[in-house]
């Protein structure tokens, strides 16, 4: 690509800038929805720049829009903002000082990234073919889901392509996880009340027992995934939740079940949701009991576009080496990405961010998880050279 060289210096220029704007960020995390103080030093970083539309869609995302000199599409660049409820347990300088809350997914590093390509791109605007939008998202970690919202408000309109990247510490730093086809699973959940009817426990026959009839429930649930499903497809059920009884004395009246399901097929999804209400429904009614379901949709899977997912490939092949090019399988986590690939042809790109040799092997989600810095600068590259890829 034309400009690799040129982007390289200034990249080299802002990459530990790139850190100390992770670090900061991780210090003072904030929870989806609440990321007040994170969206205002992201504002007003970007307006630092110069040459940004800088907006807020909604009350805690940003976006800024970079038009190019030269003619052309468009492209929107992703990074989520929010943190998890988890009290982190590392002991860097630079740990969260807000108690029970924690940047253990990476955003911190997501949105430290994004900054450091919307910092050079602005020194590379004449040189742009196209309009490049920066896209800082809220409330990835919570469903509906901040990127559904912000799709909403109109901010995807009139987009080409739209590209995200996301740390892994699972894959070590210098590997980049490229992905055809889905690439994350539909996460869909599930809540499910069994009434029966309460009563001493010492005669179990006078009532309707709701925890045996649940347990009869949770066992058949499995067998969707064992004896339901086409072995060649794709499916998780997990009951997570499973709350009845407040005495040892007492057959309750209810018991609550909850869980989630996992799947890339939205025929899958689809079978797999009424194959639940199929089973609480014959279960209950054959021990005289009743049932309530709440089933709600969450997010989808992310579908990477084979058109734009090559010309990321080719692009890492170029920028950073063949060797960093690692062929990804799918997995069953989810990711709210796939609101934005569902409305533009799209690619969700992983950067390998884990190192055995330093201890930092936690995964997603964990009080001791922790990327490789290094890796912000392998992602960094990468966004400051998508525009020249994808828009050329």
């Given at each position: ?14 990459k ?66 929010d ?25 911190d ?40 919202e ?67 429930v ?39 079940l ?105 995964p ?18 990468i ?10």
């Amino acid at each position: 690509m034309l400009e690799t060289k040129i982007g390289e210096s200034l990249v080299q220029k802002v990459k530990d800038q790139v850190v100390e704007w992770r670090r900061f960020l991780h210090q003072y995390p904030e929870l989806s929805f609440q990321e007040e103080e994170t969206s205002q030093f992201v504002y007003e970083t970007l307006q630092s720049f110069g040459s940004l539309e800088v907006s807020r869609p909604t009350k805690t995302s940003v976006t800024a829009r970079l038009v190019g000199a030269l003619p052309g599409k468009s492209l929107a660049m992703r990074a989520d903002m929010d943190a998890l409820p988890i009290e982190e347990e590392n002991e860097f300088d630079f740990a969260s000082k807000h108690p029970g809350v924690m940047h253990a997914c990476g955003h911190d590093g997501h949105t430290a990234m994004l900054l450091g390509a919307a910092k050079v791109l602005t020194e590379l605007q004449e040189h742009i073919q196209g309009e490049v939008l920066f896209i800082f998202q809220h409330a990835e970690e919570l469903q509906p889901g901040g990127a559904q919202e912000m799709v909403e408000v109109g901010v995807m309109d009139g987009i080409d392509k739209v590209i995200g990247l996301h740390l892994f510490s699972p894959v070590p730093v210098g590997q980049i996880g490229i992905t055809y086809g889905p690439m994350t699973a539909n996460c869909d959940t599930f809540d499910i009340q069994i009434k029966g009817q309460g009563g001493h426990a010492s005669q179990p026959e006078a009532g309707i027992d709701p925890i045996a009839i649940g347990s009869q429930v949770l066992n058949n649930l499995q067998h969707i995934v064992s004896r339901s499903l086409d072995p060649a497809e794709k499916l998780v059920v997990s009951v997570t939740k499973f709350h009845g009884g407040t005495a040892y004395n007492v057959i309750p009246e209810t018991v609550n079940l909850g869980g989630t399901v996992r799947s890339f097929s939205q025929d899958v999804r689809e079978q797999t949701r009424a194959k639940i209400e199929s089973i609480v429904k014959g279960v209950t009614e054959a021990h005289g009991a009743s049932y309530e379901i709440d089933y709600q949709w969450g997010y989808s899977s992310v579908m990477n576009d084979s058109e734009v997912t090559q010309e990321v490939e080719d692009m890492v092949t170029e920028v950073l080496g063949s060797d960093y090019v690692l062929q990804a399988p799918p997995q069953m986590g989810s990711e709210d990405f796939s609101a934005f690939s569902q409305q533009t042809p799209g690619c969700f790109i992983g950067v390998g961010a884990g190192n055995e040799d330093k201890g930092m092997v936690h995964p997603h989600h964990h009080p001791r998880f922790t990327i490789d810095e290094d890796a912000l600068e392998d992602g960094l590259k990468i966004l400051v050279n998508a525009p020249f890829k994808l828009l050329d």
